[in-house]
């Protein structure tokens, strides 16, 4: 009951802040923003899809995305990657290499989205059956970034940002790349 009140407030909250116009120095923030967090495992917001399990093959996308990201997330992920097996159409064969990112879908078009139905991903059958039906609004997306793990246990998504204003910024950017 406490944790539907605090998503309840939040969604609340960004209701009333998101009937703001966003400026273009909030949507040139939350671009960087994008870049800096949420690039190395959701790619670029171009209209063209880069393909998910990529072999770990590709040492200069690698360093290129690596390069684009804050010191902490890029300490992050690469602890993160040996921990990834090679990625196929049968799933994950154990092996302990590491496919190169996006480890995430694409999140163009993320707003207004059904929750679940990027094509080509494999989302876990936790977040399918929690997820089922939800589309992703401003308010949702506000709540997701806040702490994925709270709302859906065990998902994949270990990226969490208490901070209201970057979570706005990185909205907005996301909103505005349909």
Same mark, same amino acid.
């Not at 969604?11 to 923030?29: N, Q, Y």
């Not at 390069?67 to 092996?95: H, K, M, N, Y």
């Not at 793990?149 to 998902?155: C, D, I, L, R, S």
């Given at each position: 009951?406490?944790?539907?009140?605090?998503?309840?407030?939040?969604?609340?909250?960004?209701?009333?802040?998101?009937?703001?116009?966003?400026?273009?120095?909030?949507?040139?923030?939350?671009?960087?923003?994008?870049?800096?967090?949420?690039?190395?495992?959701?790619?670029?917001?171009?209209?063209?899809?880069?393909?998910?399990?990529?072999?770990?093959?590709?040492? /200069?996308?690698?360093?290129?995305?690596?390069?684009?990201?804050?010191?902490?997330?890029?300490?992050?992920?690469?602890?993160?990657?040996?921990?990834?097996?090679?990625?196929?159409?049968?799933?994950?064969?154990?092996?302990?290499?590491?496919?190169? /990112?996006?480890?995430?879908?694409?999140?163009?078009?993320?707003?207004?989205?059904?929750?679940?139905?990027?094509?080509?991903?494999?989302?876990?059958?936790?977040?399918?059956?929690?997820?089922?039906?939800?589309?992703?609004?401003?308010?949702?997306?506000?709540?997701?970034?806040?702490? /994925?793990?709270?709302?859906?246990?065990?998902?994949?998504?270990?990226?969490?940002?208490?901070? /209201?204003?970057?979570?706005?910024?990185?909205?907005?950017?996301?909103?505005?790349?349909?």
């Amino acid at each position: 009951m406490k944790r539907l009140c605090s998503i309840l407030g939040v969604s609340i909250t960004l209701a009333f802040a998101s009937a703001l116009p966003a400026s273009a120095d909030d949507l040139a923030e939350g671009a960087e923003l994008y870049v800096s967090q949420c690039k190395i495992c959701h790619g670029d917001l171009a209209e063209e899809e880069v393909g998910f399990g990529e072999p770990f093959s590709s040492p /200069p996308r690698i360093r290129l995305a690596m390069e684009s990201v804050t010191a902490s997330t890029r300490d992050f992920i690469s602890q993160l990657i040996p921990a990834f097996g090679t990625r196929s159409a049968s799933g994950f064969t154990g092996e302990r290499l590491a496919f190169a /990112p996006p480890f995430g879908p694409n999140l163009r078009g993320i707003v207004g989205r059904a929750a679940g139905t990027v094509e080509g991903y494999t989302y876990s059958e936790t977040m399918l059956k929690t997820l089922k039906g939800m589309e992703w609004t401003e308010a949702a997306l506000n709540v997701w970034i806040t702490n /994925p793990q709270a709302w859906v246990p065990g998902v994949y998504m270990y990226y969490k940002q208490e901070d /209201p204003e970057i979570r706005r910024k990185i909205i907005l950017y996301l909103k505005a790349n349909p």
